[in-house]
């Protein structure tokens, strides 16, 4: 009887010990492989979810530059550049302030005259002149800084120079009045010489590559070209007319002539600079 109770005894016992085979949790790897499903394949992800896009940075900020003339790209440009920019110290009204395009003979064209000009940047029309001189018909557009990729931004500010307190005007200026400044600056772009006055309003929109015109010979110029001058300056430029070099030139026009051209507030920069901040896939090249 004793034999019968102790082998009752053990068998109890040996019913109650963990099993690690049979009554054990499986391992976390094992678990997890049981109770979730297979990962989706990516095409499946694909097709049923909804990517989720980044916010844009300034660099990745959408930067589109046109050529300024027809048939004309980015390289071509260069090869009828018929004066270069000459950027004067402030004050004075030498040098030479843009670039000048002109040909007298190229391929079928026996001169640049009548080439239709474009609007190389996005932008809104701040001014156009009557054939006066120097510019003779003109139109002047504003883009915002802010609309360029962040490393021409900074290259554009970093070569801003000090406005001086007294630009010392070697030109017939009247007392010149300084701009109202807002903190933000602008890229004025200025097209000269136009065969006619655009027939664009102060504050139309203008996009990059929209026709403004054909390249003429008025104002002070002496065959026919494009003077495509640049300048950085601060935003929201006010003055709705310009000229000198005439006796009937009015103050308020000389006022502003001067205001753009020498006080420092608007300074000139090479137009190529963003010619080749907007090369490769991000330009667009009139063909």
Same mark, same amino acid.
């Given at each position: 009887?004793k034999?019968?109770?102790? /082998?009752?005894?053990v068998?109890s016992l040996?019913?109650c010990?963990?099993?690690?085979?049979a009554?054990?949790p499986?391992?976390t790897a094992?678990?997890?492989?049981?109770?979730?499903p297979?990962?989706?394949s990516?095409?499946?992800?694909a097709?049923?979810a909804t990517p989720? %896009?980044?916010?844009?940075?300034?660099?990745e900020?959408?930067?589109?530059?046109?050529?300024?003339?027809?048939?004309?790209?980015?390289?071509?440009l260069r090869?009828?550049?018929?004066?270069?920019?000459?950027?004067?110290?402030?004050?004075?009204?030498?040098?030479h302030?843009g670039?000048?395009?002109?040909?007298?003979?190229?391929?079928e064209r026996?001169?640049i005259?009548?080439?239709?000009i474009?609007?190389?940047?996005?932008?809104k029309?701040?001014l156009? /002149?009557?054939?006066?001189?120097?510019y003779?018909?003109t139109?002047?557009?504003?883009?915002?800084?802010?609309d360029l990729?962040?490393p021409l931004?900074?290259?554009l500010?970093?070569n801003?120079l000090?406005v001086?307190e007294?630009?010392?005007?070697?030109l017939n200026?009247p007392?010149?009045?300084?701009p109202t /400044?807002s903190?933000e600056y %602008?890229v004025y772009? /200025?097209?000269?010489?136009?065969?006619a006055?655009?027939t664009?309003s102060?504050?139309d %929109?203008?996009?990059c590559?929209e026709r403004?015109?054909?390249?003429?010979?008025?104002g002070?110029?002496?065959?026919?070209?494009l003077h495509?001058?640049?300048?950085l300056g601060?935003?929201?430029?006010?003055?709705q007319?310009?000229?000198?070099y005439q006796n009937?030139s009015t103050?308020?026009q000389?006022?502003n002539?001067?205001l753009w051209?020498?006080?420092g507030?608007?300074?000139?920069?090479?137009?190529?600079?963003i010619?080749d901040?907007g090369?490769?896939e991000? %330009?667009?090249?009139?063909?």
């Open positions: 009887m034999k019968v109770w102790l /082998l009752f005894l068998l040996c019913a010990s963990p099993n690690a085979d009554d054990t499986m391992s094992k678990a997890t492989k049981t109770n979730t297979e990962p989706t990516t095409a499946t992800l097709a049923t989720i %896009s980044p916010s844009p940075t300034p660099t900020i959408p930067f589109t530059v046109c050529s300024p003339l027809e048939d004309e790209t980015f390289d071509t090869l009828i550049i018929s004066k270069p920019l000459d950027i004067p110290p402030f004050g004075q009204d030498v040098g302030h670039v000048d395009f002109a040909f007298f003979q190229r391929g026996e001169s005259q009548g080439v239709e474009y609007a190389i940047l996005s932008g029309v701040v156009t /002149l009557d054939d006066r001189y120097p003779g018909y139109i002047l557009i504003e883009t915002p800084l802010s990729p962040e931004q900074k290259r500010l970093t801003y000090p001086p007294d630009p010392d005007y070697r200026c007392e010149v009045a300084p /400044l903190g %602008s772009h /200025l097209y000269a010489h136009m065969e006055r655009p664009y102060r504050g %929109s203008i996009t590559g403004l015109g054909t390249v003429g010979n008025t002070w110029s002496s065959n026919p070209h495509l001058e640049t300048r601060p935003s929201g430029i006010s003055f007319t310009m000229a000198h009937d103050t308020e000389m006022a002539y001067c051209r020498m006080s507030y608007y300074q000139l920069f090479d137009p190529f600079m010619f901040a090369g490769g991000m %330009s667009v090249e009139n063909e």
